[in-house]
């Protein structure tokens, strides 16, 4: 049975009380942040007045926003560590609330900045009143132009807001609070309950048994539910199309990668070199399914160790002194912040009952980053330490390096810094190793993160595009449709040699990520992007090395795509897309070779 939050030791769990001290506080906070708001109306009908109004208004707009941010991100980590506490759930119900109405107040500013004559507005733009400190700000807003709405249309959007919020939240607490799943028997005979926290570990079973009851008796659990879960993302997604529509995108993806400052074709260098290099993928599955000495691999055997004779479990704190060793190659600063972490509470450890499933990094400015773990002393996990606190450190350096206005880095390279360090981390520990068999399981770990950020990912996006893609065609978004779009994707990605079991098709229905539209994506894009950047620091070069400590520190200075050519690496083509498919060719090649000795 899992711990409650109250039993959870106090070593384990996050400081939030860094960030805001007391529930009592955020609660005085809250309240001067709604009387600050209303600071927003003395702007409004004004903007043309002068270069000193714009600017009034925009550091005003930062420091209402700044204040929202850290009462929204308190109240939402405060729910995660235990989505089951009415409390929490209020709290962050009114950190929405308070976000959503800073929306529709501010919202009045993008429309009557552009409906000033552009010669007005650049005239502004070059007064010696600080106003140069938004000039990056200015020029963005100038370039969206075409989709902005009149003031009075932008403040409906705005007002609109929490009212379509219900997927997104309905999800959250149907997949965090409220659906259970079977209990079944592990290797030992011993009764456990699959949860989201141990399923991955249940799939890694050396016993075939436990796999095969632990994959059936979830997506047996989804199964159940999933009319009611198509309803749901179907509902996520219409909101998606009506608010790309709204602002005259053709498109719902090309409304987010948009807002982002992605080009699409960012989105089909990536499909399209992935499916090229599917065959890889399908050599893959080969692979495992000689390695597990199997007739028939299925989707339960897809985690399931492929080299016998280790079964390493990992301490929390062996797990962070390899996480520090192999992030050496960065240098002793990043150790230092990476040490301040682990000393000072920025992470929350271990599962318990109601708690947030995953894993990730969030903060807000002004405070230091937190990590939220499931940690359960696998070697994925350990390789998940490293990933988050990739994320925070990445958060540290852009806080630390940018105002406010340009800490926020964009989602399309918030994977990057994360995956960095599991790159790092996996060729330290093959040069560690001092055993065949040792080097064979930690190649054959390195592919597994190949097909489950890369290759997995990689087919979210696709999920996403095509049924994004339906929607805005007007067609129905129906549980058996959902499902069949799944399984034919599975199909296609695993290849010839996999079974592909019914239970699969619903696995869309556990993916909280899609209901961050067009997110996953962003997964293989910052992957390729990793491995390129770590190679390069692998490697000596002082250049990489340099332009990517930079990287860490723009935030949103300039467009994702310029930042990561900081770091060498140009996401606009599909080189790095390509260069990673290589280095898995290579790592099959290895693995191939020495399984045959």
């Known amino acids: 049975m899992l711990i409650k939050r109250s039993e959870v030791p106090k070593e384990a769990t996050w400081k939030l009380e860094d960030m805001i001290k007391s529930d009592e506080a955020w609660e005085e906070l809250f309240a001067q942040a709604k009387e600050k708001l209303e600071g927003y109306r003395a702007f409004k009908g004004h903007l043309g007045q002068s270069a000193d109004m714009v600017y009034d208004c925009l550091r005003f707009d930062d420091e209402a926003s700044q204040m929202t941010e850290l009462l929204y991100v308190y109240a939402r980590m405060r729910s995660d560590q235990d989505t089951g506490d009415q409390k929490y759930q209020e709290m962050f119900g009114k950190a929405q609330s308070l976000t959503f109405g800073a929306t529709e107040l501010s919202s009045y500013i993008v429309p009557e900045l552009l409906g000033l004559p552009e010669e007005t507005l650049r005239r502004f733009m070059e007064a010696d009143n600080g106003i140069a400190h938004y000039r990056r700000v200015l020029e963005q807003i100038m370039e969206k132009k075409p989709h902005t709405l009149s003031g009075e249309l932008e403040e409906l959007l705005a007002q609109s807001r929490e009212a379509t919020q219900g997927a997104s939240q309905i999800f959250n607490m149907f997949n965090n609070a ?13 009764e456990v309950r699959i949860t989201h926290g141990n399923y991955i570990a249940l799939l890694e079973s050396w016993d075939r048994g436990v796999r095969e009851q632990a994959f059936k008796g979830l997506y047996g659990v989804y199964g159940q539910y999933q009319n009611t879960v198509a309803s749901i993302y179907s509902a996520q997604v ?19 990668l948009g807002e982002n400052e992605v080009p699409e074709e960012v989105y089909d260098n990536l499909l399209a070199a992935v499916r090229k290099g599917l065959p890889l993928l399908h050599r893959y599955v080969r692979i495992r399914k000689k390695a597990l000495r199997l007739k028939e691999i299925h989707m339960y055997d897809v985690y399931a160790p492929m080299v016998e004779g280790i079964d390493r479990k990992y301490s929390f704190e062996e797990a962070k002194a390899i996480v520090k060793a ?20 920025w992470i929350d450890v271990y599962e318990n009952e109601g708690k947030r499933s995953g894993a990730y990094s969030w903060g807000a400015y002004g405070t230091h980053p937190y990590v939220l773990l499931n940690y359960n002393s696998t070697l994925n996990y350990v390789f998940t330490l490293a990933h988050e606190m990739g994320h925070a450190i990445h958060s540290y350096y852009s806080d630390h390096s940018q105002p406010y206005t ?72 129906t549980a058996k449709e959902l499902c069949r779009i799944y399984r034919q994707l599975n199909i296609d990605y695993f290849g010839p040699d996999m079974t592909v079991d019914h239970e699969i098709d619903c696995e869309w229905e556990r993916i909280p990520h899609f209901y961050t539209p ?7 894009t910052g992957f390729s992007a990793a491995i390129a950047i770590a190679k390069g620091i692998l490697e000596g070069d002082k250049t990489v090395l340099e332009g990517y400590r930079e990287f860490l520190k723009g935030g949103c200075r300039k467009p994702p795509i310029d930042l990561l050519k900081l770091a060498g690496v140009d996401m606009s083509s599909p080189r790095p897309v390509n260069a990673a498919l290589e280095e898995f060719k290579a790592l099959l090649d290895e693995f191939e070779q020495s399984k045959a000795r």
């Open 518 to 524: 067009f997110y996953v994506y962003q997964y293989a």
């Open 178 to 190: 409220d659906v259970k799943f079977p209990v079944i028997q592990d290797e030992k005979g011993k």
């Open 406 to 477: 340009y800490a926020g880095y964009k989602i399309f390279v918030a994977e990057v810094a994360s995956t960095c360090n599991e790159a790092l981390l996996i060729h330290y520990l093959l040069d560690q190793a001092k055993e065949p068999k040792e080097r064979q399981y930690l190649i054959s770990h390195f592919l597994e993160s190949f097909r489950g950020t890369f290759f997995r990912q990689a087919m979210f996006a696709e999920f996403e595009a095509i049924v994004h893609q339906k929607a805005w065609d007007g067609e129905p978004l």
């Open 326 to 345: 192999g992030l050496a190659p960065l240098g002793e600063e990043y150790l230092s912040i990476l040490q301040e972490g682990f000393d000072n509470r």
């Open 238 to 256: 219409k909101q998606a199309i009506f608010y790309a529509k709204a602002k005259k995108y053709p498109s719902s993806r090309a409304y987010f």
